[in-house]
């Protein structure tokens, strides 16, 4: 169910610029400095604003707020959910009339995942991202997904070595190890048909233990422009044993 966009004021991102830290067109992950341990068995989700000219919305997952003025590029904590069956209704910020989507879905049990916003928002459309990989001692994990409008498939290397491949536009990767762990890397992403130089981003801290998705977001060669986006997926936190 889609409202009416007649009053959409389309100029919205002109006065909404991305402001990168040093080393180039991405963000980094947010600290983990405190976070919640996740039951293993038990079903989250979270929702990513990554549709890049759409308004802030509010989103909610059966009639309860879990998202308030949701910006692009911006994720929500996870939140735990059954494996019966649940609605999720996203609207506009400050117009509750009627939902830009809404759509019920169930969750097998032991599920992770995102709840992604995609397209421009004439287009707007919505996926579901599996988060959920086992993470092994002294590892982390990347994925990459490529949400940047209008791209051709993309190569993403990280130290200068090609992790992830011809990945096109709405593809997730797999869960990819990474064993030799440093503090600091640089991820370079290419264009896979051209070997064109898409962006350049150093200096990303990733720790050990951890899950992460690298998100190609943006506009291919538009406003805003390609960049990365990564988050600290709900992998990370789960507990093997859980105390009662």
């Excluded at 995609?118 to 996926?127: A, G, H």
């Excluded at 030799?180 to 990733?206: A, C, I, R």
């Amino acid at each position: 169910m889609f409202r009416d966009r007649d009053n959409y004021d389309s100029n919205y991102m002109q006065s909404t610029e991305l402001v990168f830290p040093p080393g180039g067109r991405g963000f980094y992950p947010e600290p983990d400095i405190s976070f919640v341990p996740l039951r293993p068995y038990e079903s989250y989700i979270r929702f990513g604003h990554f549709s890049p000219d759409s308004p802030p919305v509010d989103v909610y997952l059966d009639d309860l707020i879990i998202g308030e003025g949701v910006n692009f590029t911006a994720v929500t904590e996870y939140f735990l959910v059954g494996t019966d069956a649940h609605t999720v209704q996203i609207y506009i910020t400050g117009d509750k009339e009627y939902p830009i989507y809404e759509e019920t879905f169930y969750l097998p049990a032991g599920s992770l995942v995102t709840l992604a916003s995609i397209n421009l928002f004439d287009n707007i459309s919505f996926e579901l991202i599996n988060d959920t990989t086992r993470i092994e001692p002294e590892q982390m994990f990347v994925k990459f997904v490529n949400l940047s409008y209008g791209s051709p498939t993309l190569d993403l290397l990280i130290n200068d070595e090609v992790y992830f491949s011809n990945i096109p536009y709405n593809e997730t990767s797999y869960y990819f190890p990474i064993v030799n762990n440093k503090p600091y890397y640089n991820m370079t992403l290419l264009n896979s048909q051209t070997g064109e130089l898409v962006l350049n981003f150093f200096n990303v801290p990733l720790e050990g233990n951890h899950a992460y998705t690298i998100y190609a977001l943006g506009i291919y060669n538009g406003t805003p422009d390609t960049f990365l986006l990564i988050t600290i997926d709900g992998s990370t936190y789960v507990l093997e044993e859980f105390p009662d």
